[in-house]
């Protein structure tokens, strides 16, 4: 069965950065596009960013545009976030998702557990 | 990428049909039939019930319903049941290569 498993979450201050990792087990990694979606305290779903299944096609969210950076082995079957000057309202759970399809329209089918990352001082 | 539209609220008697809808724009639900839903319960992983605005993944129950019309999508639960309480989130795909959800529906079954 498909298992994704997040890492790397913590408390930061702002400013700092943080690289969260996703772990993948399962199903053909290397077969599926990814994405990140965050969830704040008490509030939504937003997705954050997403890749294609081989890495050529990524995208973000204006709300991270310039500062949070997607990318993934498929060797390692591992999907990361590296998060740069992070902010206070970037407090949130963070969760990785399997799309359905190779590229990213497709939404979630699967998802993690979440690991939650607190930008604080 | 504003996000998609919904009612922050919506209840039923258990047995009842409730519609939750998911209004958009012409860039992402009234171009793509990329819509999905997502149901929440209190502090549990979202899970999908709705892909591509009306396909249900194996496992999920054939009371819930997906639609798109226009600019605005729809899910459906007919025969509400006590354990379908809980939030329900649209997401579309959109013309920049973007996902966006809705802002959530808390579903109460009274």
């Known amino acids: 069965q498909v298992q994704l498993v997040e890492s790397g979450g913590g408390v930061v201050q702002p400013g700092r950065s943080l690289r969260l990792s996703c772990g993948a087990s399962g199903f053909t990694f290397s077969s599926y596009g990814m994405h990140w979606v965050r969830q704040a305290p008490g509030k939504g779903l937003e997705w954050v960013a997403a890749i294609s299944h081989d890495g050529r096609s990524k995208n973000s969210a204006d709300s991270v545009k310039g500062r949070f950076s997607i990318s993934r082995d498929n060797y390692r079957n591992t999907l990361y976030l590296q998060m740069n000057s992070l902010r206070p309202e970037d407090t949130a759970l963070y969760y990785c998702a399997k799309d359905p399809y190779k590229y990213t329209w497709g939404g979630g089918d699967s998802w993690g557990l979440g690991t939650l990352v607190t930008a604080s001082s | 990428q504003s996000a998609l539209t919904q009612p922050p609220s919506a209840s039923g008697s258990p047995g009842q049909s409730v519609t939750i809808s998911c209004t958009g724009t012409?860039?992402?639900?009234?171009?793509?039939?990329?819509v999905s839903w997502y149901q929440q319960h209190p502090g549990k992983v979202p899970k999908l019930i709705i892909y591509d605005v009306t396909e249900r993944p194996s496992g999920v129950p054939d009371r819930f319903s997906g639609s798109k019309s226009g600019n605005t999508a729809s899910l459906t639960v007919s025969g509400l049941r006590s354990e379908d309480e809980g939030n329900y989130y649209c997401c579309s795909y959109t013309s920049t290569n973007t996902l966006v959800f809705g802002g959530g529906t808390k579903l109460t079954v009274l």
């Open positions: 012409s860039s992402d639900v009234g171009r793509y039939d990329f």
